[in-house]
C-alpha cells in the first residue's frame, strides 16, 4: 500500500490529516511514484489546490525533474537497478492505457496520418480518427498486455504468424527515437 492510500484509510478511520505532516519526501512518492494528482492530494489534507501546487514547486517536485533525475541515475553505476526499478512500475496492468495511448501517439497519430488528417481536402474525417486512434490503442493494449504479463509464447506465436503472412516487401525497421534523446539532452543543459 502506498503513501496516499495508507494517509486515505486514516482519513477513512476519521483521523484528521495535518498538512505539516506533508513532508517533501512523502508529497515526492505520491506526486512522482504514485501519480497522484495535486487536486487528489489536497482532497485529502481538505486544503485548496494552490497550496499542494505550491508546496510542491516549492521543494522542486516535478514531472520534468524526475525525469531528468532518472535520466541522469542511468549514466551511473545504479543504471541497472534503476532501470529494473523503473521497469517494474512501468510494466504494471493498471498502466496498460496510459502506454497503449502514449505508444500509438508516439508511433502513429504524431506522425503522417495527422498529416492526412488535417489537410484542406480532409482525407480523414474525425470519426475516420476516432476509429483508427481506438483500433491501434486497442491492438497496443493487447501487445503491452502481453508484455506484462510475460506471455512469451502468445507474443511469439503472434509475431510469427503476423510476420510470415505480411510485411515482407516492407523495408527494413530503422529505428526512431521522435527526437527524444534529444529533448532529453536539451533539458538536461538547461537543469
Known amino acids: 500500500m502506498g503513501i496516499f492510500e495508507e494517509l486515505k484509510v486514516r482519513k477513512?478511520?476519521?483521523?484528521?490529516?495535518?498538512?505539516n505532516e506533508l513532508t517533501p519526501e512523502?508529497?515526492?512518492?505520491?506526486?512522482i511514484d504514485e501519480g497522484k494528482t495535486d487536486k487528489m492530494i489536497s482532497q485529502l489534507f481538505e486544503v485548496k489546490e494552490s497550496q499542494i501546487t505550491y508546496r510542491r514547486?516549492?521543494?522542486?517536485i516535478s514531472i520534468r525533474g524526475s525525469i531528468l533525475d532518472d535520466f541522469l541515475m542511468a549514466?551511473?553505476?545504479?543504471?541497472?537497478?534503476?532501470?529494473?526499478?523503473?521497469?517494474?512500475?512501468l510494466l504494471d496492468e493498471k498502466n496498460l492505457t496510459m502506454i497503449s495511448k502514449a505508444v500509438a501517439h508516439f508511433?502513429?497519430?504524431?506522425?503522417?496520418?495527422?498529416d492526412m488528417h488535417a489537410t484542406p481536402n480532409n482525407q480523414l474525417s474525425e470519426e475516420d480518427m476516432k476509429t483508427l486512434n481506438k483500433f491501434m490503442v486497442n491492438r497496443l493494449a493487447y501487445i503491452f498486455k502481453?508484455?506484462?504479463e510475460e506471455r512469451w509464447m502468445e507474443f511469439d506465436f503472434l509475431i510469427?504468424?503476423?510476420?510470415?503472412?505480411?510485411?515482407?516487401s516492407w523495408d527494413e525497421a530503422e529505428p526512431d527515437d521522435g527526437e527524444t534523446r534529444k529533448i532529453i539532452e536539451m533539458l538536461l543543459k538547461k537543469g
Open 160 to 168: 510469427k504468424s503476423t510476420d510470415r503472412l505480411y510485411g515482407h
Open 57 to 60: 514547486k516549492k521543494f522542486g
Open 75 to 89: 549514466n551511473s553505476e545504479d543504471a541497472k537497478e534503476m532501470n529494473e526499478k523503473i521497469k517494474l512500475q
Open 12 to 19: 477513512g478511520s476519521g483521523e484528521l490529516l495535518s498538512l
Open 26 to 31: 512523502k508529497l515526492k512518492t505520491m506526486f
Open 146 to 148: 502481453l508484455v506484462i
Open 107 to 114: 508511433a502513429f497519430r504524431n506522425g503522417p496520418i495527422e
